[in-house]
């Protein structure tokens, strides 16, 4: 269902995400739908919620600067695909229409900016970094960039990007 779903959301965006549609491509009953979600919005809020690419984060073992190569490239990786990059544009739109998706949204960037605050740590520990840097704006520094060539149709180029944007930043703090 959640498949299906998702496959109407990319095709031809949340208008068309409807019960009926959902029940249509996918072959399962309304009333199998209802009993899984009570609205639309909930259906869409568990469309996004399941692909959210999970962002597990560097080995903690990891010194900073491979720690954070590691994480802005799990970031690359994660957005990197053509099924988030049909699903995105999508997404940014929800999200700035359904409280519950902007909810959801809002919770999975503050996990994943305080696993950029951990490496952020790890760079204060060893001295490469100063103690007052923002974790918002570093990740906007670092991810930026990616979503840019995402949402630019240059899948191909994310990972060198991605690689660009470290190596500038690191750059930026190395004396």
Excluded: C
């Excluded at 994660?78 to 959801?104: D, F, H, I, N, S």
């Excluded at 630019?152 to 190596?167: I, P, Y």
Aim: proline share 6%; glycine share 8%; hydrophobic share 45%.
């Amino acid at each position: 269902m959640l498949e299906a779903a998702t496959d109407l959301l990319v095709e031809s965006g949340a208008r068309a995400v409807t019960v009926d549609a959902v029940s249509e491509r996918s072959g399962v009953a309304k009333s199998t739908m209802y009993r899984h979600w009570e609205s639309r919005t909930a259906l869409l809020v568990d469309v996004v919620g399941s692909n959210i690419p999970e962002l597990p984060g560097p080995d903690p073992e990891l010194g900073f600067e491979a720690g954070l190569r590691v994480l802005v490239h799990e970031v690359a990786e994660a957005l990197g695909t053509p099924e988030w990059a049909a699903l995105m544009p999508a997404l940014m739109t929800l999200k700035q229409q359904v409280p519950e998706l902007r909810e959801l949204s809002e919770g999975d960037t503050e996990r994943k900016i305080g696993v950029l605050a951990d490496v952020l740590e790890r760079g204060v520990a060893e001295g490469a970094l100063p103690a007052d840097l923002d974790p918002w704006t570093v990740g906007t520094v670092l991810i930026g960039p990616v979503i840019f060539s995402l949402v630019s149709g240059r899948l191909a180029e994310v990972h060198d990007v991605a690689e660009f944007a470290v190596e500038r930043f690191l750059a930026s703090y190395r004396t």
